[in-house]
């Protein structure tokens, strides 16, 4: 069995199917044993399996789990928080819809990156192929016309003679190219630290902030509705955003605000965790004691802004790609046939 964390769907599906034996009135270690008698899967029978026997002998949930190293510390610490307070179906719950909108983004941002990569690469070949198949085949028409590529169509043919002889060079190149990409579509280990270096260098800007800021109000949202204080909800949000220094500081210093004695909601927007707007309305919902409900709308509507905001950037990338390898490739066109044109106005 793989001993690696679960993806983000499979701690999902765990939560959710736990939570509704749990609100029907199972205890928690026959609803683990009824989950694993279910499961088909080899290796996830198992680990419910471990995790049943664990309950039965007394452990709590969130000892169990994290006995398995299989799921990250934020579920564990949320499990702890949920059966402390008497609210772990809650908290089972919560962390059901918020790893479900995590996978959900996961499988966006694959498709974002995934598709103009390869579109990408279908277009340089088409290039490449006119430059180092097309352009000699021009060359040769113009010698027989007692002529030579010139110009602009002479400075591409140096350049399409200058890819075939580095055409081994290219290959591996490519195939090193495609190979990154399999692994980013197939192994999800592999595709999170690709994904993590990114968010630590360059992950907080643009769309990428707004996908933050959604993570950010969805986790502490689930941490409001499981009954943390504050603070520790906070504590746990940050935890998810550690390979984001960025919104990581966002979020330490709004704790720190709040340690202070400043309101949640004016901490929020002082730190810059939430914009404006959604500071305001969290202001109208802690005032009317519904403080959860309205971190929960906020959570909402950031995560569709930032899902809308990731679909128009991956609209824009395919036309752009498009739009500039068609320029291209009608340059390389119209400079070899224009003065192929020319040159048969003459003779005729």
């Not at 504590?235 to 340690?259: F, H, M, Q, W, Y």
């Amino acid at each position: 069995m793989a001993k690696g964390l679960l993806s983000n769907g499979e701690i999902s599906a765990f939560c959710l199917g736990l939570s509704l034996l749990i609100h029907s009135g199972v205890g928690v270690g026959d609803g683990l044993a009824l989950l694993a008698e279910e499961e088909n899967d080899a290796g996830q029978r198992e680990l419910l399996t471990q995790l049943a026997n664990s309950a039965d002998n007394g452990v709590s949930l969130a000892e169990a789990v994290k006995e398995t190293g299989r799921f990250p510390d934020y579920v564990c610490g949320l499990l702890d928080v949920g059966e402390q307070s008497g609210r772990t179906e809650e908290a089972l719950t919560a962390l059901a819809r918020y790893y479900e909108d995590r996978a959900r983004l996961d499988h966006q941002i694959k498709a974002a990156l995934l598709y103009p990569s390869i579109l990408l690469i279908i277009m340089l070949a088409v290039i490449a192929v006119l430059l180092i198949k097309v352009l000699p085949v021009f060359n040769e028409v113009y010698s027989y016309l007692g002529t030579s590529l010139t110009g602009i169509a002479g400075g591409l043919l140096s350049l399409g003679q200058a890819l075939d002889a580095a055409m081994p060079v290219l290959c591996v190149i490519l195939g090193a190219v495609v190979l990154l990409l399999v692994l980013f579509a197939a192994v999800p280990a592999f595709r999170e630290k690709l994904t993590g270096f990114w968010r630590r260098k360059m992950g907080d800007k643009g769309v990428s902030r707004k996908i933050n800021t959604a993570c950010f109000a969805q986790s502490l949202s689930m941490g409001l509705s499981s009954g943390l204080p504050i603070e520790e909800a906070l504590s746990l949000a940050g935890s998810l955003l550690e390979n984001v220094p960025a919104a990581k500081a966002r979020c330490d210093d709004c704790k720190t605000r709040i340690n202070n004695g400043e309101s949640l909601s004016a901490a929020m927007k002082a730190s810059g965790a939430l914009p404006s707007a959604e500071c305001r309305i969290l202001e109208l919902g802690m005032r009317s004691g519904t403080g959860d409900t309205a971190m929960e709308q906020i959570a909402r509507r950031l995560s569709e802004e930032s899902d809308i905001a990731l679909e128009e950037s991956v609209a824009r990338v395919e036309p752009a790609l498009v739009m500039v390898t068609s320029v291209l490739v009608g340059i390389i066109l119209l400079a070899v046939m224009l003065p192929l044109m020319n040159i048969m106005t003459a003779i005729g």
